[in-house]
């Protein structure tokens, strides 16, 4: 399983982004998508996730401004960004959940993509 993050890049602050992340091989049992975020001396947290039924949740900090969104057919999930704050400046990775044969939770991870938001 591999995921292929995109899309990040230069933004000043008040404008949006898009990041996007495409999946490709077979995840057993998928429990959901979503997207954390890394800043600089900071630990990762999680920005906004959806289920495979469809239901989301976002992190306070971002509620109102970010909206994920998944297409079942080309097996990506999106982040769009919008009114975005320096303080949104970070790593963004895309992660799927599942779990294996055993019923054990696995986390998949894509390889990151940088968003940076200038005052």
């Known amino acids: 399983v591999q995921l292929q993050a995109s899309g990040g890049g230069l933004v000043q602050a008040g404008g949006s982004l898009r990041v996007s992340c495409v999946v490709s091989g077979r995840i057993f049992t998928l429990n959901g998508m979503g997207w954390y975020r890394q800043a600089p001396g900071k630990q990762r947290e999680l920005v906004a996730h959806?289920?495979?039924?469809?239901?989301?949740t976002y992190a306070d900090s971002v509620k109102g401004r970010f909206t994920i969104s998944r297409d079942v057919v080309k097996d990506t999930v999106s982040l769009q960004m919008n009114s975005l704050k320096p303080e949104d400046t970070a790593v963004y990775y895309c992660?799927?959940?599942?779990?294996?044969?055993?019923?054990?939770?696995?986390?998949?991870w894509g390889q990151g993509t940088l968003v940076t938001v200038s005052s």
């Open positions: 992660n799927a959940d599942g779990r294996d044969l055993y019923g054990v939770r696995i986390d998949y």
């Open positions: 959806i289920t495979v039924g469809g239901s989301t």
